[in-house]
């Protein structure tokens, strides 16, 4: 219950993390999608690319910084809410975490170049530092996640009476979950960033801004998230065989799986209920699970049985959270195919735009990021609720882990008050940012407003962009 | 020397560069709140340009002490944390408010509410967090700080408030050493270069004079590290006094570049003085560095990592610093 140092301190955690996690995203996103833009503004000296670029370093420059302090929060709160966790594995996870600090070094220096370096540096030199900061975000989310990863998978480390005699130095990093945990929160960051940009421009274009720079922003956000779609599919799913395989109480959490069987089914949705062990208004797929995992439907899944009642992760919450964030996957997946089905047909047809910009497909693209959003914080939901009650899997509870300090609600309300306070006021900010193309270019274009322009002089714009391109590529 | 002094060394110098980056970025802050009269817009808009560029990565030091200390020194990572646990609260809401503050102001085009009402937030939260941290510092000394000492344990004694003033009072000397170079670098803002000269002075004279309420106090509340600090620091101490003094010289004769090293190599003089007298404690009395140190092939891959890490960190922090010390006016 809230209230007592153990939730508070979960709750705590969870609000922290979720926090930065859904502003660090686009710290890690941006970077590359403005590789792209600034770098097609570099070969065309098109307008619209610098506009674009423009706005978006701003948006980089607000979120990194709300990135950065509250990521600062976390690193502190380790040792805050979670006292006995880090003296006893602080030093296990000292590779990754140092690590990570430098890549966020890296990052901050170059965001300092590159923001405030636009009179200073030449325009190529000011496209290169966003390279730095491109791979040191990415870097450090991949070294962050290893360290996730261990605690879910803890390998390498020999343990007396409770005190680590002994830890390999690399095994965070090396762990069976490091690679398939970390890439997919990569591609994560990336399909939220992505799928929040065009939605952006999206709801502008419904509401009738349908210049060039609108469909721009658009078509660069939704390519980022679309392509990135199927990658994840791979990605997730190896993810879920090293569930399997190392947490198989948490993978039948995510499957509401009660009992050891074999011929197990995939159950989809609905509510399970711990006490009957059934999931009501589910669709239950026959063989399914086992299907899926051992690719034959006889294959043998362990299911909640195998520990006993107060071990077991809380199966209702994980069990919705996974088929929220695979429903929300595969929903942006199955647009990604429609689209590139759709793009080849235009291209056999020689209409452009490839991507179809009607009133359907914009609201289709414009859920892109809110479905990017709510799959990444649910697939979080899934790996911190699907370990416990553990901290460190098989080795430290949350029970053992948290602070015994009273004084933990002050603690949290006074977080969430100040967080809430600090995302209301970033939001009307982003609304602000977000208020379509910026006046130079509008003049520029000849019109003040959200002047439709003509949709064939833009197509050979685009494919004059396109031919500059290939020539710059050529030389 | 041991991995575990090593590490330990590792993390004074990036104390001191935290101390001397954010430091004088959170004095700045200090200035802003103080600004008063017909100057204040201006001096308030010198310091968001000085800062634009280099906060956040000044302000990554302090993240690597954290990692660093943690990493190196879980268990006593652990008990401090605990024993801090109020100081350290604030000091984060400082550090939050400071850098969301900062960008709101910088980049809300008013979206959020007004520039003055962020520019309010970030001065307070500015002069609050060095406050704090200097609290935590000196709360490692008394001995009085343990896993259950309470939350208001490391605000008990005189010293450790003391010490917190003391910080504030050296970042605002710094802050207003590096802007009277600032200043004068640029001819809009040229005409400010006396006025941060005067605020330079005072806060080198208080500084002082906090420093002297200070020593007493040291000897008063934290005897343990008093004693070692009559044995091991007294060249340290002279090395402050000598910079300190040679500071307000330089400052009054105007040469502001020289200034900014000996009020530097103050600041880590005292820093250094600190230092020496708690070693080999992290906290006294409850957490020694061997003691708590990690398993020494965790320490080696840090250290090899730190190595390899800070190859390529300097060069391009000194790029950045290069970058912006000079007038927009350079630029290619």
Known sequence: MLGSTLTDARVQTGFSLAFHIVFAVFGVGLPWLLIVTEG?????????????????????????????????????????LWPAFMARYGGVLGLPFTLEAFAFFAEAIFVGLYLYGWKRLSPRAHWLTLWPIAISGTLSTLFIVTANSWMNVPTGVKEVGGKVVSAEPLAPLTGPGALPESLHMLLAAIMCTGGVVAAVYAVGMLRGRRDAYHRRGFGVGLVAVLAAAPVQLVVGDLAARVVEKYQPAKLAAMEALPHTRDHAPLTLGGIYDPDTGKTRFGLEIPDGLSLLTGFRTDKTIRGLDILPAKEQPATPVVHLAFDTMVGAGMAILGLAALLAVVAVWRRRKGVRPLIPLSRPWLVAGALTGPAAMAAMLAGWEVTEAGRQPWIVYGRMTVREAATTSGGIGWSLAATVLVYLGLAAALVLILRRLATGAPPSLAAEAGGPGPEPQDPDEDARAAQDSETAELEGAAR | MTAVNLLLAVIICALAAYALLAGADFGAGVWDLLARGRHADRERRLIAHALGPV?????????????????????????????????????LAGIVLRGAAYVYRAYGEGAAGPESLWSRVFAVASSVTPFMLGVSGAALATGKVTADSGPLAPFSSAFTLVAGVFAVTVTAFLAAVYLCHDAGTDPGTEDLVPVFRRKALAAASVAGVVSLALLPLLYQDAPTVAHRFTERSIPFVVLAVVCGFGSIAVIWKRRYVLARATAATAVVAVLLGWAAAQYPDLAVGTATARDSAAGAANLHALLIAMGFGMAVILPAFFVLLKVFSGPEADAK
């Open chain 1, 40 to 80: 097609r503004w570099l070969r065309t000296g098109d307008a619209v690319w610098l506009a674009l670029t423009r706005k978006w370093s701003r948006v980089m420059a607000v979120l990194f910084a709300i990135g950065a302090v509250s990521g600062t929060v976390l690193s502190f709160e380790f040792g805050l």
């Open chain 2, 55 to 91: 906060w956040e990565a000044n302000h990554v030091w302090l993240i690597f002490v954290i990692v660093a200390t943690f990493s190196g020194f879980p268990s006593a990572f652990g008990l401090i944390a605990r024993g801090l646990e109020l100081p350290l609260a604030f000091a």
